[in-house]
Structures are given as C-alpha cells and as structure tokens.
C-alpha cells in the first residue's frame, strides 16, 4: 500500500508551536513531537540549540540520531511532505535544497536544476526515495507523497517502476528478465540457452574489448577467462601467444586448443584473424563441450564468430590506433662505456703483470682512458622505439532478405630490433541471403596477406646477433666517420667479432603468408522447429620465405640464401539436422 505522508512544516497553529515563527516539526521513536526553528547560520536547532538535517526518509540531528516525519497512531500533523523535505517553499522552486548523507558518511546537499533533477555543486544527479522489503507473499507497506514512484526489484526479474497516482493500493508483477537465463550461447553444434548448457563454456562478446590497442585476437582475451592460460611466448615481433585451457594436456603433444572461426577449423597459425572482424568467443573448456570435434578438442575449442550486419543496419566505422613500443629500462643488459672498458684492460693488465709474471706492453688503445667517453653502447645500436599503428574500415548493410558485411584492415607493427617489423592487411566480406522465409543462404570470405620482415632471424642464443652485440668492443662504432660498416667490431685481445649492426641491417629475410578462409552454407526450414543445414568450408594457405645473406657480413666473404614455398589446404563439408521445440 502507499499513502500520503501528512506530517512536515507549518506556519499555522500546532500544539506546542509559536503562532508568528516559522518551524518544522517531526517524531522521534517514542512519538514525541520536536519542534525546529531556522537559526542565524541557515540551520535548524529545536529551543536546546540541537541542529537537524532534514533527509528524504527522515531527520537526522547533529549525533546521528534518526527522527521520522510520519506521526505514530494518536498524533496529528500539518503541511506537505514535499516542504518538509526540501525546506521554505514548494517543491516546484528551484532554490529548495536537500540535505543528506553520502556513502562515505559525508554530508552532501542537492538542488532542482530546471529539468527537475535533483543535483549537487558537482553536477552529480540523484534520486530519493523510500526503501521497502516485501514479506514472504510479496505484501509491502511504504509511506511516500501520492505522486510519488515506485521502482521494484528482484533478482532474475526486470525492474518496474511504477506511478503512485493519489491509489492507497498497488498491484505489481514482474517480468522474467530472459536475459540471463534465456542468454544464447554459441557450442560446437550450433546454439543453446545459457540454463540449457551442462558443459563448462564461456562466452565473451567483443563489445567490451573493442577499444584495446592489439593487433592479435588472443591479446584481447588476456585475463578475460577463468581457467584459461594466455602468455607471449617470445619478444620476437608478430610473434604469437600460447594458450592453455585448464593447464597442459600433453607431455610430449602440443597443448594449443583447437580455433573454429565460423565453422571452419584453423590449423597452422591463427594471428593473421583481425580482431575487428570478429563479434563474440566462445571457449569450451571440458570434454562434454567439446565432444563434436573429437581428438582435435583435447586441449579444448575456441569458436570464434564474426560480424555479420543486422536488419536495419546501414552504418560505417572507422577505427584508427597508433603507438610506440620501447625495451623498458628494467632488464637491459649494463653495458660498458669505453672509458669503463679502458680502464678494465688497464686493471687486466696489471693483474697479469703482477701474478702472472707477464712482461709484454699494454696495447695503446687503453693508454689514458680518460681520453674517451660513452663510446658505443651496442644493446642501444641494436634497439630502438618501433611504431605499432592499426586501421580498419567496416560497411554494414541489412534489409529483411539480404544482409552484407564487409571489413578491411591494415596494421603495422615495427620490431625493437633494428630492420625488423610485420605488415598485415586482412578483408572480409559476410553476405547473407534469405530468397524465402524458409531458406538462408551465406558466404563467407577472407583473405589476408602476412609480410614478417627479417622477424626469423635468430637473436638469441650463443653466437647469435645479440650475444655478438654484447661481446663487441665499446671502441668501435658501428658506422665510421665515412658511413661504412666495419666487418669487426672487437679490440685486442677480444675474439674476432663481425658486426652485429651489420647483420641486421644488410640481411634480407622476408616470410609471406597469404591465406583465404571461405564457407558457405544453405539452410531449410521445411516445418516448424526442424532446420536442415549443409555448409562447405577451406582454408587455404600458401607461404614463402626468401633469404638472402650478402658476403659483406660473413668472414669469408661467401653470400648464401635460400628460396622455400609452401602451400596447403583443408576442407571440411557438414549436414546437421536440428529440432527445437518447446512443448507445454
């Protein structure tokens, strides 16, 4: 039930109450009614000097304690419920202020704006209103004025708020909020209702993720899923990262899960998917979610859907993000200058002159280290900040029979290292026919292209460009004063090193991928609830890498290179029949 609250402010005549003054007047716990006066400092103090604030659901004093304006059986009152909470005035003024407690224990106070919004200094909206529980057989009782609104609550059912309009009686139903329980879930065999599912499976929508700056899917979905394992496995650039559904399944087998992107099982690398195109996951972890797909799924399934345009739709977006990537200072190897390394061979050498009784001359390039600076620091030669920028372009276009999608990106992503870096462009187009109200019929195509650009050269290891990087001598440079790069970069008595700036830079490893996703489907309804579906999917990958060496970087001068292709294709045809059909 609701019912007008009749206590509040008067100007008139009350029991107890001064005639010419205003006040208000309220009840504390026992029913004793108190009377408060406006003071000096703009507050309200009862004749002890007590200061009050005036909140929506009662009166608080300045120690905490709670008075209530609804008089108790036997006591009466005058006024409006409306002055009494926001002071002078009607409720209608914009000057009225109220005054309350925030969830910190701090006092705040809000005003009418002119749209009727109650709001503080800061801007923030709020909203005041009684609070009630229901008993067991869903019976309530709230004081509260007759315009007032009433907003009901319950979990797994959608909220309604609800108009007093001057009734002393409501009746509220609630919806089923089918939100939750009747959410679909994308599963290896199609769909099913959230409450249906037995088996362990998550499912995240990309709406959340589409502001991250990654340039791979399996970044997005770091740390978005329990139970699911997703780390980089080398610094090396456009490489990928691993992942581990419910630890590892294999000891001497691969542990990566199987990735289903529109029906279509990928096999070989699954980085060259963009992100944009993709609108929700669904990862099954466990055995009952998985069992379609057999032996493939033991390490368990990624399904991936793409973006497909909604009836109605006809828009545009464009998305652009650009950074830079640097080696953080935490973990860099601390290299000599060369007046550190001048003075290390001059240390050396006295040391060998004094225990080992050596009587040869200190090479002049140590004489006075203190004729040389910085020198070459050589992790810094090989390194530097690499741009990392992505861009996409998507057309939506849906009407009741036909509906196409269409996407396009390009990302480039420069490595730390020098001369290296990765380059992508990626399509999509998702077209879906519908000539009947019983037959669909969708295509599906992507191609995209993979350039990884000297990303295959080994770095690290024993002999290899970094280990020669920290091995070369901080008295040579890498370019002399004539632009030239010397083939050696050691000083006596080091082991002969060839230049690892060098290397880098005349080296020429190039990796293309070119790769295609298609499928196609045709689906019938022929009675209610039994849906016939056939589809036809490929993934079809051709690679080739070419190497080139220049004999200018091998000590004997020898160049070498090599050529390789590769190509390969998989197919996969399916037919499903699927009922669903509720019965009652």
């Known amino acids: 039930t609701a019912s007008d609250n009749t206590s509040g402010e008067s100007t008139g005549d009350s029991s107890g109450a001064s005639t010419d003054e205003e006040y208000r007047y309220f009840f504390d716990a026992n029913g004793n009614t108190i009377y408060a006066y406006p003071s000096e400092d703009g507050s309200w103090r009862d004749d002890n000097g007590t200061s009050y604030i005036f909140l929506e659901n009662g009166v608080e004093d300045s120690n905490g304690t709670q008075y209530y304006y609804d008089p108790p059986q036997g006591t009466t009152g005058s006024g409006s419920e409306s002055d009494s909470l926001t002071g002078s005035g009607n409720s209608s003024d914009n000057g009225m202020v109220i005054g309350f407690y925030d969830i910190n224990g701090n006092y705040q106070t809000a005003t009418q704006d002119a749209n009727g919004n109650w709001v503080d200094s800061g801007g923030m909206q709020y909203t005041f209103g009684n609070d009630g529980v229901t008993d067991a057989n869903g019976n309530f009782s709230l004081s509260v004025a007759s315009d007032a609104s ?19 009686q409501l009746s509220v139903v609630l919806e089923e909020d089918t939100k939750m329980v009747d959410e679909v879930v994308i599963v290896s065999y199609g769909s099913q209702l959230k409450r ?17 700056p990654v340039l791979q899917f399996s970044q997005e979905l770091q740390g978005k899923i329990a139970g699911v394992q997703i780390n980089q496995y080398s610094g090396q650039v456009g490489s990928g990262m691993a992942f581990r559904i419910r630890g590892a399944a294999s000891l001497s087998s691969g542990n990566s899960p199987l990735v289903v992107v529109d029906g279509i099982p990928l096999t070989g690398d699954i980085n060259n998917i963009n992100p944009s195109e993709i609108e929700s996951f669904s990862v099954l972890k466990d055995a009952s979610a998985s069992a379609l797909y057999g032996s493939r799924a033991a390490n368990g399934v990624i399904l991936i859907t793409t973006r497909k345009a909604q009836s109605g739709d006809a828009r545009m977006e464009f998305a652009a993000n650009y950074g830079v990537q640097t080696v953080p200072q935490r973990g860099r190897p601390d290299m000599m200058t060369a007046r550190e390394f001048a003075e290390f061979q001059n ?19 140590y004489a006075n280290p203190e004729r040389y600076g910085k020198g070459t620091d050589w992790f810094d030669v090989m390194t530097r900040s690499a741009a990392i920028q992505k861009y996409d372009l998507s057309l939506f276009n849906g009407g009741k029979k036909c509906s196409t999608s269409a996407m396009i990106g390009y990302s480039m992503q420069d490595g730390v290292v ?13 077209q879906i026919f519908k000539p009947k109200d019983f037959i669909e019929v969708g295509l599906n195509v992507a191609p995209s292209y993979k350039l990884d650009h000297n990303s295959l050269i080994a770095f690290d290891g024993v002999n290899n460009l ?13 370019v002399d004063e004539n632009g030239n790069m010397p083939l050696y970069v050691n000083t006596s008595p080091m082991l002969a090193n060839i230049n690892p700036y060098k290397i880098i ?3 020429v490893d190039d990796y293309a991928t070119a790769r295609l996703l298609a499928n196609g489907y045709l689906s019938v309804t022929p009675l209610k609830g039994l849906t016939l579906k056939t589809s036809l999917a490929t993934d079809m990958t051709w690679e080739r890498r070419k190497y080139f060496k220049p004999g200018s970087v091998d000590a004997e001068g020898i160049a070498s290179g090599t050529s390789s292709y590769y190509n390969d294709y998989t197919w996969i045809s399916e037919t499903n029949a699927t009922y669903a059909n509720t019965f009652r």
């Not at 009433?150 to 002393?168: M, N």
């Not at 088996?199 to 993720?209: E, K």
């Open 150 to 168: 009433l907003k009901v609550s319950y979990i797994g059912y959608e909220t309604r708020e609800v108009k007093v309009k001057g009734r002393s």
């Open 196 to 212: 249906e599912v037995t088996g362990s499976v998550a499912q995240i929508n990309t709406s959340t993720l589409a502001d991250m």
């Open 347 to 365: 240390e050396y050498y006295e040391d060998r002159v004094k225990y080992e009784g050596y009587t040869g001359e200190l090479d002049p390039l």
């Open 418 to 430: 020098e001369n290296t870096g990765v380059k992508q462009i990626s399509a999509r187009v998702n």
């Open 466 to 478: 970094f280990n020669k990087a920290i091995q070369a001598s901080p008295l040579v440079a890498p």
């Open 505 to 507: 830079m005349e080296t």
